[in-house]
């Protein structure tokens, strides 16, 4: 079973910085992407950074040259370093993992970034 857990997310002041984690486990042979996606008050969910094989990425404009995605494969985690932090980047952030073997889109169950003004 396919498992995805995220950690990292606290309380920051505005310009600070932070480093999600996400911890993968199960058998996984497929992977076709790897995301973070976050989801503030009142507002949908929405795709923050993503990474496929051989090493491509996309971004949210909002974040672009402020946050990295980056994945270890040996330690089976996906990162997400967050720079300059903004009042506007708070919400709930989420790990997505999608995968043709077996075939599946799997959540992890969110972690709370706070940045303060």
């Known amino acids: 079973q396919v498992q995805l857990v995220a950690s990292g997310g606290g309380l920051v002041q505005a310009g600070g910085s932070l480093r999600l984690s996400c911890t993968v486990s199960?058998?996984?042979?497929?992977?076709?992407?790897i995301g973070w996606y976050r989801q503030a008050p009142g507002k949908q969910r929405e795709l923050v950074a993503s990474?496929?094989?051989?090493?491509?990425?996309n971004y949210a404009n909002s974040v672009k040259g402020r946050f990295t995605i980056s994945r270890d494969n040996v330690k089976n985690t996906v990162d997400l370093q967050m720079n300059s932090l903004k009042p506007e980047d708070t919400g709930i952030y989420y790990c997505?993992?999608?995968?043709?073997?077996?075939?599946?889109?799997?959540w992890g169950q969110g972690t709370q970034v706070t940045v303060s003004s």
């Open positions: 997505n993992l999608r995968s043709d073997d077996p075939w599946g889109d799997y």
């Open positions: 199960g058998s996984i042979a497929g992977v076709i992407a």
């Open positions: 990474t496929f094989n051989f090493g491509t990425t």
